[in-house]
């Protein structure tokens, strides 16, 4: 079965700081795609980047970026620069390219401290 | 903007009177997808419809049922809320192509009292 862990419920960083949300996901797929969601509180799950398996480049979006390592069935999501906005829950998800659901990760809550 | 809409944002009902969340979309996606999400966990797929073809999850409870009269608009009817529905349900939606990632809407917080 198809599994996403996230191993820290909880981060803090400091504004201006990097910080790096850890991710790794259990398939026996070749083809996937997986993604970072972040849901400040009380506001709406936006996705914030995605990257699919085949491509061996990392994706990144503005100051967001992510290390994918496939071999090792890692996704880490690295925040440059951050900023009290970054502050929310960050969700990763897979999802196995044909099938219409995502398998979702249990979360870590960011704190970023002024 | 493209987008996802839920009404209401807040609901408040009564222990056993029925309730009914409402989503509709602008994006022209083929599924759509209805979460419920407790404080702090991940959102848990009650079930999502691809065009008309509706599927339910298994351990989605009998008292959960949905709607989806066209492409645009799904309704979520919640027959007899108890107190462990009190939940925000999110509505989502998805195209078929591309990299199937989901969209969301900003989510209706059920109160049941």
């Known amino acids: 079965a198809q599994t996403v862990t996230q191993s820290q419920p909880e981060m803090s960083v400091q504004e201006a700081e990097t910080v790096t949300l850890s991710c790794t996901y259990d398939t026996s797929e070749s083809d996937y795609y997986l993604f970072w969601y972040k849901q400040p509180p009380s506001r709406q799950m936006i996705l914030v980047i995605r990257q699919e398996a085949y491509k061996q480049q990392n994706a990144t979006e503005n100051r967001f970026s992510v290390n994918f390592q496939k071999a090792a069935k890692s996704f880490s999501l690295k925040i440059s620069d951050s900023q009290l906005g970054d502050a929310a829950m960050y969700f990763c998800?897979?999802?196995?390219?044909?099938?219409?659901?995502?398998?979702w990760g249990l979360g870590t809550s960011l704190a970023v401290n002024p | 903007d493209a987008m996802v809409i839920q009404n209401p944002r807040y609901q408040v009902t009564q222990f056993g009177k029925p309730v009914t969340l409402s989503c509709s979309q602008t994006?022209?996606?083929?599924?759509m997808y209805w979460y419920q999400q407790k404080s702090s966990q991940a959102p848990k797929l009650l079930f999502h419809y691809y065009d008309k073809d509706f599927n339910n999850e298994a351990d989605t409870p009998d008292n959960f049922q949905s709607r989806r009269p066209n492409t645009s608009f799904c309704f979520l009817d919640i027959r007899s809320p108890g107190l462990g529905d009190a939940a925000m349900y999110l509505c989502a939606t998805s195209g078929l192509t591309g990299t199937y990632e989901q969209y969301f809407g900003p989510g209706t917080r059920l109160t049941v009292t």
């Open positions: 994006l022209n996606h083929n599924v």
């Open positions: 998800a897979y999802n196995a390219g044909n099938n219409r659901k995502l398998i």
